[in-house]
């Protein structure tokens, strides 16, 4: 069993930057590959990025490569999304997710109950 809980989520302006934070509990957290999702009102929930389970392969979405880095820590437990130069598209609710390294929801097990990520113009 893995419990995940998301934070760091705010407000900031357009161009700014925040890192959400991912803390997991459960000694088989290493095994997992992890993934951040987003959800905005009135769509679907999409992929952000993820990361291997031992950290050497990462995969983003084309809309923030270049702008978010998804990193973990298997020692400290937490996965991490720096995301750089902030656009108010990128509002959303973000979730981290434990399960196979994939950019379907489907595929991941275990979900963070979200954090907000509000970005002004």
């Known amino acids: 069993q893995v419990q995940l809980v998301e934070s760091g989520g705010g407000l900031v302006q357009a161009g700014g930057s925040l890192r959400l934070s991912c803390a997991a509990s459960?000694?088989?957290?290493?095994?997992?590959?992890m993934g951040w999702f987003r959800q905005a009102p009135g769509k679907e929930r999409e992929f952000v990025a993820a990361?291997?389970?031992?950290?050497?392969?990462?995969y983003y979405a084309p809309s923030v490569k270049g702008r978010f880095t998804i990193s973990r820590d298997n020692a400290k437990n937490p996965v991490y999304l720096q995301m750089n130069s902030l656009k108010p598209e990128d509002t959303a609710v973000y979730y981290c997710?434990?399960?196979?390294?994939?950019?379907?929801?489907?595929?991941?097990?275990?979900w963070g109950q979200g954090t907000q990520v509000t970005v002004s113009s």
């Open positions: 997710a434990a399960g196979r390294v994939s950019g379907d929801p489907g595929d991941y097990d275990y």
């Open positions: 990361i291997s389970s031992r950290g050497g392969s990462t």
């Open positions: 459960g000694r088989t957290f290493s095994s997992y590959a």
